[in-house]
């Protein structure tokens, strides 16, 4: 709109030849519609004011282009007032003096075109005729713009939309509005080429307009799209909804609509009849959301798409999992029997969270489908991202670069969909270049409630939907009580989305039968709707009487048709009570195929080495320091900086960036794909990774390093994310489940601001392989370290990552051969903090080289990524060396033990801190210092080791975080543990604090006096003792 807006304001017709150039150098628009192609020519910009023309203004031009666009296609369709007009206007008549009055044209109807002199100022009549022709314009736009508000979506007639201050003046009763009268009605207008009412007509009676209209804009469709800023797209959606004849079906697709609807409501019946007090979040009310996904399936297999990826909330969960997915009815049901024991480890989940997996023909194309299920928490909208995230992985996988094989279809409640920033977060990845899933379509189960909350007092709103305006996505409402017209928008949808490769979202508005659950009285807080809901038929019904009325089916045949699936059901029901053992690993979302043994076992209990040649090192390190491509302006600090990786190199030595470029180039030149990503990674928060370097002479030119390493190596995805963690995280963890053979992670800016994704961390990183059975390898790397930074961007919160680590305290393991791997084998994640580049490769490339797939949180640095002794060399990164779990005491005191005084355990940076602390005091005899570089799951056999070695030291935990955060916590009773007790873990930190640190630098730096001082003082725990 703003567009024609413009255009109008520069309103100036346009010689013969500028305008032939001018539609000449726009790609005219060709719809197909009922009655042939019908072709448009975009708006042309005029470069004149609008008041030039007497009778024009800013409403006006639309109208103006429509009549010009016609003549130029005929000049004899339009009236002779605009030909004349238009002759004038192409012959040079300057602004204001190209209108001739009817009476200067010549009496035989032929048209001369005058000389200018002789034209005159307009005549009333014409006037009046350009007015009406605007006012037909302008109502058949309000119909489009604002039609929907007159459409009757809402089954139980109580709609809650709220539009008081928008009035629709729309409808015979209103042609006032646009200056029109009653006696306009039978006169017949031409129609503007903005609508496809006409069909194969170019004009209509106005009566006639405005009753197809009201067919198109006002029955139990509403579309909002005017706020789409693309004309091809607006009309592509016009011409669906307002073309005659649109909704027909046939009679094949009617019984096909009606068995689906069968199917449907028969499920839920049957659930309520067999286990009436279990909830299972049922579906009547919008039973005809079964026909709607199937639809959408259906038509998408028709367009090529081989993988459907989804993701759901509880509500008709186990409906979608049986009729549309088509899970086998007897392992539904046996869900509901509580005394079946499982037969995996782990927590497991309620039904209505499990996820499912399944290749199968369509029926309706014939062809071969997978659709798949993302299990969810309860956290509503959650897997929102984690759906895309996959989608987006089963795409890269399969090269389909622009979504034509894989899709995702997203199911939302009403509430969640208006109250979750999730929802706003997963819609602004949608067009991105690296997480775009090329169009999503999003159906939502508009039930008009959220648990007990009316949505006048949920959303601000007056559409559940409006958040999907942000992305120009359409939005089809639709009254689900009408199945033909459901199955409708859904082919439109999926349609819209195989076109243009963008969101749509289908907006289905029911009603819920039940309470919230089948548990739950709805009459105690919404007493009238449901008073209202008592009295309505359901659709099924309603839909088989329209049907029988019409013919299209006997009240035999359908009464077949129930029985037959009553039948399946009842057979499935006796099946299910053969089952005696519930296996989760049947609702596995996304299987691994050859990744692990043929009964889910990993292939060994062993990692190999994660060291590489010094070849590969140097080769990559090659690449590190240089631009692989000609002609490649680089900034000069960053030459000065790859002149220092080359060096390093030549030193062999690494750096922080240079360690992770040897773990990531090492892993691609395997053929495992590596992506990062999160906010500002391909240079790197701290400036100093620069994998996308940039031609400081050409714009956007780029050159990533990392895919310069081989011919036959994977590719590299390094990508800035859109300043979200939630929907960034979860879209990465979504993306690492697609495959066991990627290195998918995901930094944040500083660690601390993970908490905004915590969602994704609590509910499915931490216990996703214990509700879900399917391992991830998704790695986090969270910036951490005080600094001297203030209460933000230092705490990455360890306390919180290690809280939620399984492994028991208290119980001292058995250390067997393996227990290094068996241990990580039975964790919920990993976490670490290096203090070395060296093992910060290693830990990034057991990732991979592991049999098996666990999360790996690592805290990373920041000023150890410049700091000279923050450097490993080569001989660490060889063949045969490994990630060390602790980096044990290898100085002076290594090699008396027994004349070590303490024995320091600590973790990441502050073991610079010291071991320098420990120089300038001359301690290095008396103090020995250990790094615990894995934390979790705690390495208790070298804890046991090297505090045996010290037989005669105390024990003390040092760590620079406040006392309540950091690691303490966590580590001291695994210690004591190890040790049996025997001594005490003493403690040098900060103190418990509320902030994670100081806003004052001094403040910060005697807080490291502080705790620096009671490490090394050996009496400081005299007075504990
Ligand atoms: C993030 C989150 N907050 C709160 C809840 C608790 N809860 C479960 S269902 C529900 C209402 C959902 O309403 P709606 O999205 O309209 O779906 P419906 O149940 O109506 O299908 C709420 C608040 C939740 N599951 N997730
Ligand atoms: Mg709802």
């Known amino acids: 709109m703003h567009r024609l807006r413009t255009c109008a304001a520069r309103l100036r017709p346009l010689t013969a030849s500028q305008a032939a150039q001018t539609v000449g150098q726009q790609r005219p628009l060709t719809v197909a519609g009922v009655g042939g192609t019908r072709t448009f020519q975009p708006i042309r910009c005029y470069t004149a004011p609008v008041a030039s023309e007497p009778f024009l203004n800013g409403t006006s031009s639309n109208y103006v282009e429509e009549m010009y666009f016609a003549w130029l296609e005929n000049p004899k369709s339009v009236h002779k007032s605009w030909d004349v007009f238009f002759r004038n206007a192409n012959a040079g008549a300057p602004p204001g003096s190209a209108y001739q009055s009817p009476l200067a044209m010549s009496p035989a109807g032929g048209v001369a075109v005058p000389q200018f002199s002789s034209m005159v100022a307009a005549q009333p009549n014409v006037e009046k005729l350009v007015e009406d022709h605007l006012a037909v314009q302008s109502l058949i736009r309000a119909y489009q713009v604002m039609g929907h508000h007159n459409a009757q979506l809402d089954p139980l007639g109580i709609s809650c939309v709220n539009f008081d201050d928008a009035p629709v003046n729309t409808g015979f009763q209103h042609v006032g509005f646009y200056g029109l009268e009653e006696s306009d009605l039978d006169k017949v207008f031409r129609l503007p080429t903005t609508t496809f009412i006409g069909g194969s007509e170019s004009a209509l009676p106005l009566k006639e307009i405005i009753r197809r209209l009201e067919m198109a804009y006002c029955q139990h469709i509403g579309v909002e799209f005017m706020f789409i800023n693309d004309l091809e797209q607006c009309q592509w959606i016009r011409q669906k909804f307002e073309t005659p004849g649109v909704m027909q079906f046939t009679l094949e697709e009617k019984r096909t609509l009606l068995a689906r609807m069968v199917r449907s409501t028969r499920f839920e019946e049957f659930l309520q009849r067999k286990w009436s007090s279990e909830k299972r979040f049922g579906l009547e009310g919008c039973e005809s959301l079964i026909p709607a996904l199937k639809t959408i399936i259906d038509k998408s297999s028709e367009n090529g798409v081989e993988n459907v990826i989804m993701g759901m909330p509880h509500r008709g969960r186990l409906n979608v999992l049986a009729n549309v997915i088509r899970k086998e009815l007897e392992q539904i049901f046996c869900q509901f029997d509580s005394k079946l024991e499982a037969a995996d480890e782990g927590s497991g989940d309620v039904k209505y969270h499990l996820g499912m997996y399944h290749r199968r023909i369509n029926r309706v194309t014939d062809r071969n489908i997978t659709l798949s299920l993302v299990a969810n928490p309860s956290h509503l909208e959650a897997v929102d991202p984690v759906v895309q995230g996959k989608t987006k992985a089963e795409q890269f996988y399969c090269g389909d670069s622009d979504g034509k094989r894989v899709m995702s279809i997203l199911l939302h409640g009403d509430a969640a969909f208006a109250g979750q920033g999730i929802v706003y977060e997963t819609f602004h990845l949608s067009d991105l270049p690296s997480y775009t899933t090329h169009g999503t379509v999003h159906v939502v189960v508009n039930n008009q409630i959220g648990f007990t909350t009316d949505p006048r007092m949920a959303r601000s709103s007056p559409y559940p939907t409006d958040v999907a305006r942000v992305v120009n996505a359409p939005i089809f409402h639709v009254n689900a ?513 509320a902030a994670p640190a100081t806003g004052n630098k001094n403040t910060h730096l005697v807080e490291v006096r502080r705790f620096l001082d009671t490490a090394f003082g050996l009496d400081a725990f005299k007075d504990q003792q």
């Not at 979302?589 to 990692?607: A, E, I, R």
């Not at 990580?824 to 592991?850: E, G, K, T």
């Not at 003390?956 to 406040?962: I, M, N, R």
Request: aromatic share 10%; glycine share 6%; charged share 25%.
């Open 481 to 993: 009580d009408d199945p033909e017209a459901v199955m409708y928008v859904c082919n439109v949808a999926a349609e819209w989305r195989a076109t243009f490769h963008k969101d749509v979202v289908v907006d289905l508005v029911c009603y819920r039968r039940m309470g919230h659950n089948e548990m739950d009285e709805p009459m105690f807080t919404q007493p009238l709707m449901y008073k209202q809901i008592k009295k309505q038929k359901g659709v099924l019904l309603k839909y088989a009487e329209k049907l029988i009325a019409e013919g299209a089916v006997s009240r035999q045949e359908y009464e077949e048709e129930i029985a037959k699936y009553d039948k399946i059901c009842e057979e499935a029901y006796a099946r299910s009570k053969d089952e005696k053992i519930l296996h989760i690993k049947h609702w596995l979302d996304s299987p691994w195929p050859g990744f692990f043994t043929l009964d889910g076992q990993p292939k060994s209990m062993s990692c190999p080495s994660t060291g590489l040649t010094e070849e590969n090192l140097t080769h990559i390190g090659g690449i590190a320091s240089s631009v692989p491509v000609e002609d490649f302006t680089i900034h000069g600090g960053l030459s000065r900086i790859l002149k220092g990786r080359a060096d390093m190199v030549k030193k062999r030595t690494v750096d922080w960036a240079l360690g992770e470029y040897m773990a990531f180039g090492s892993l691609l030149k395997e053929g495992i794909h590596v992506r990062l990503s999160g906010q500002d990674v391909e240079r790197g928060t701290f400036s100093h990774r620069h994998h996308v370097l940039h031609d400081q002479n050409v714009d956007k030119r780029t050159c990533i390093p990392m895919n310069h390493l081989s011919p036959d190596q994977a590719p590299y995805t390094v990508c800035n994310s859109s300043l979200s963690e939630y929907g960034v995280l979860g879209f990465e963890l979504g993306f690492a489940m697609a495959s066991p053979n990627a290195l998918v992670l995901w930094e944040a800016q500083f660690g601390d601001f993970h908490n905004t994704a915590q969602c994704i961390i609590d509910q499915f990183i931490c216990p996703g392989q214990a509700k879900w059975v399917r391992q991830n390898g998704i790695v986090l790397l969270l910036p951490h370290g005080m600094e001297g930074m203030g209460p933000e961007h230092s705490s990455a919160r360890p306390e919180r990552f290690l809280q939620m680590c399984n492994d028991d305290p208290d119980v001292m393991p058995t250390i067997t051969e393996d227990f290094a791997v068996r241990q990580l084998y039975d964790c919920n994640w990993i976490v670490v903090n290096c203090s070395s580049p060296a093992n910060y490769f290693h830990v990034i490339r057991r990732q991979i080289l592991a049999p098996f797939r666990k999360p790996l949180i690592v805290f990373t640095p920041k000023s150890l990524l410049r700091h000279p002794e923050a450097r490993s060399s080569f001989d660490e990164m060889l063949p045969g060396t490994h990630f060390q779990r602790v980096i044990l005491e290898d100085g002076v005191a290594a090699e008396r033990p027994e004349e070590v005084k303490r024995l320091i355990f600590c973790t990441g940076k502050v073991y610079y801190e010291l071991t320098k602390e420990r120089k300038n005091r001359g301690m290095e005899g008396t103090v020995a210092i250990a790094r615990m570089e894995q934390l979790s799951p705690f390495p208790f056999d070298l804890v046991k080791a090297e505090s045996e070695r010290y037989a005669n030291a105390d024990l003390v935990w040092c760590q620079e975080e406040h006392k309540n955060q950091g690691y303490y916590d966590y580590v001291k009773p695994r210690i004591r543990t190890t040790i049996q007790r025997a001594k005490p873990v003493w403690y040098a930190g900060r103190d418990p604090a």
